[in-house]
T-cell receptor, first 113, second 115 residues
Framework: GNSVTQMEGPVTLSEEAFLTINCTYT??????LFWYVQYPGEGLQLLLK?????DKGSNKGFEATYRKETTSFHLEKGSVQVSDSAVYFC????????????FGQGTILTVHP | DAGITQSPRHKVTETGTPVTLRCHQT?????MYWYRQDPGHGLRLIHY???????DKGEVSDGYSVSRSKTEDFLLTLESATSSQTSVYFC??????????????FGPGTRLTVT
């Protein structure tokens, strides 16, 4: 089956620090990979995605590269802001799964001024 | 923003009572999903629908049922609520069920407390 493992949180950083949140996966078939973000009190929003190996998804200064050889999709940002404080979810979908997303457990990020 | 609403947004109910949560979309998307969010578990799929009257179970479907009589509405029912069903419930929609340009849009969530 499909599974996603994220690094344990919570992660606490100072503003302008570098961020990495690790994500690894196992999948039957060829997955597409996603990062979702959940701000306090809200639903999930798609942050970025990648659909094939070596693709780089990017949005709002966040980046993640689809690494098939290491089955990873780590999220990075060069300089975080207080407004990036949220919960981040790595997720995947395979083509035979009726669009069902498999999520990691989520990583809480807190950025201090 | 995708047009997805959930009702109610908050509910407190007693053990053993039936509860129905509603998800309504204005996007005419074919696929709809119900997830629950619990600390340490991320989001887990309860049930999903791939068309009107077409539904199937997800990974945590025990104690839940769903119905979809119209494209725009997807109902989640807890027949007899238990404390283990205290959670935040999210509805999501997608236009396609495949990969590629696929994207899934989420509603604002319903916080359910079973006492």
């Amino acid at each position: 089956g499909n599974s996603v493992t994220q690094m344990e949180g919570p992660v606490t950083l100072s503003e302008e620090a570098f961020l990495t949140i690790n994500c690894t996966y196992t999948a039957t078939g060829y997955p597409s990979l996603f990062w979702y973000v959940q701000y306090p009190g809200e639903g999930l929003q798609l942050l970025l995605k990648a659909t094939k190996a070596d693709d780089k998804g990017s949005n709002k200064g966040f980046e993640a590269t689809y690494r098939k050889e290491t089955t990873s999709f780590h999220l990075e940002k060069g300089s975080v802001q207080v407004s990036d404080s949220a919960v981040y979810f790595c997720a995947l979908i395979t083509g035979t799964s009726y669009g069902k997303l498999t999520f990691g457990q989520g990583t809480i990020l807190t950025v201090h001024p | 923003d995708a047009g997805i609403t959930q009702s109610p947004r908050h509910k407190v109910t007693e053990t053993g009572t039936p509860v129905t949560l509603r998800c309504h979309q204005t996007e005419n998307h074919r696929y709809m999903y119900w997830y629950r969010q619990d600390p340490g578990h991320g989001l887990r799929l309860i049930h999903y629908s791939y068309g009107v009257k077409d539904t199937d179970k997800g990974e945590v479907s025990d104690g839940y049922s769903v119905s979809r009589s119209k494209t725009e509405d997807f109902l989640l029912t807890l027949e007899s609520a238990t404390s283990s069903q205290t959670s935040v419930y999210f509805c999501a929609i997608s236009e396609s069920g495949g990969t590629g340009a696929y994207e899934q849009y989420f509603g604002p969530g319903t916080r359910l407390t079973v006492t």
